[in-house]
């Protein structure tokens, strides 16, 4: 059972090296977490047309790496009704 914290935070899987993100983000090397803001900016820019993005349709969620397949980022594109 997932373990919510504060409102707006995702769900964090119960049990042994469960961690919240931003502790998680934190324990990362500084390489890493260099690489992973980065690759956020970029994303930020620009999400869907980014080079080694991939689209699911199944799940409506985008992937994409950073650090050179390091890691694995997973991201929703939501349209702004507004903008």
Do not use: F, K
Not at 1 to 16: F, K, L, S, T
Not at 49 to 67: C, E, F, L, N, V
């Amino acid at each position: 059972m997932g373990d919510r914290g504060d409102p707006g935070e995702p769900a964090v899987r119960a049990g042994a090296g469960a961690a919240r993100p931003r502790e998680h983000y934190a324990s990362l090397p500084t390489a890493a977490r260099e690489q992973l803001d980065a690759r956020i900016e970029q994303l930020l820019e620009n999400p869907r047309q980014h080079p080694g993005s991939a689209y699911d349709d199944a799940t409506d969620q985008w992937t994409t790496t950073y650090g050179g397949g390091a890691g694995l980022i997973v991201y929703a594109v939501v349209h702004d009704p507004c903008g």
